[in-house]
């Protein structure tokens, strides 16, 4: 009886290690299921829509959004976001299969390797059969759908020779600017003024460094209205300036993205070694000098103290957070939900942000796994996001422009590193302003 009892004892021993080991992996895989599948709800927040956003302190990282707007669980519904979860599934190691077609719900007519491949670029219909309201959406709406799919596109003008003479690894800040065919005015008036190329000093003085514009643009197109042929014009601005870069895409406020996605193609083929880009519209005012005294590696050096972040991740703008998609159907924003739900990450103003080369080079390689989105700013935003870059605020950055009362005052630009929007005779008029040494503010 006695050595039962101990052959009992012995066997619950030996069964022990089993039966903790079992109820761990248990654990493990309980704890995994919830982190994969908990969506928090949503925050009692004031909606902020992109128009509108809300900026971050001044000089503080931005947080990402309170409920996150991309993660492994399927937003039903929502074009994007299904096509996004089949492309990041397409890309994890862990979750990848060996098919190479992955069946979500209801959605298994689109495959993995159609997303974000150029071919012919033709137009998808089929992904207009997942959006139950696409013959109600605005034109720009549906033209996004049908072809954002297409990212690769031909360059129509280049600049091979844009660094002739002058190394690229010494080139301190490049300035691409996004243009259209029609704005001549704008970048007549950037050239003259705020953008001009050369070796530019800060406002206090010391080393010049070298700076360089190119102007972003895609073409004229019948579809988006009556345009008088300015092809001619735009050879001769070329030849002379030789600062345009044109692609072979329709010009359009929602095709802004791919100035960005082919911008960096670019960029990382020909200027790869760049400190400094500045990406903004025609539309902005830059006060040079002293964006040049802020990106001085001392001045950057200050800015990253006591900030987990290394030159790679260096983005500074009008950093907007906790946004929401603007689902107002009559504005330019507009975003059906049968498009995109969720939250935007963090971004920056797209009227001017400066980034790094070293992070262009990053967010080149990242844009590939990101699916376009028709806001510019709000997709670099969504690549940062895919990084776990963080943007820094600089309240210097006035997409929003100044306090009307203060536009006419050039003490009000003390502190101003860029402002928007401003005409090309207001830019010519406050660059001669600024030009004399301010009084008493």
Known sequence: MARSRRKGKILCLCLLPCVMV??????????IFVAVSYSPPLPQLPLHFIATGASANSGALASHPVRPFWNLRLEDGALWNRLQHIWD???????RVNSTRYKGPSFDAIQPQEIGKAGTCEQRKTWASHLPDFNTLPEQMKDFVLSMNCRRYAILVDQPNLFFGQDSETLFLLMAIKSQVGNFENRQAIRETWG???RIQGDGGGRGWFI?????LGRQDTETGPHPDLSALLKLESSTHKDILQWDFKDTFFNLTLKDVLFWDWFSQHCPHVHFIFKGDDDVFVRTKALLDYLDPVGVQKTLQNKTKGWDDFIVGDVIANAWPNRQPQTKYYIPESFYKGTYPAYAGGGGVVYTGALAMRLQEVSRRVSLFPIDDVYLGMCLHRLGVSPIHHSGFLTFDLPADLREKPCAYHNVLLVHKRTPKEMLTLWKELLVPPQEC
Do not use: K, Q
Not at 89 to 95: F, M, V, Y
Not at 212 to 216: C, H, K, N
């Open 22 to 31: 079992s109820h761990l992996l248990i654990y493990i895989m309980v704890s």
């Open 196 to 198: 001009r190329s050369g």
């Open 89 to 95: 599934r397409e890309n994890n190691p862990i979750l």
């Open 212 to 216: 360089r514009t190119v102007f972003l």
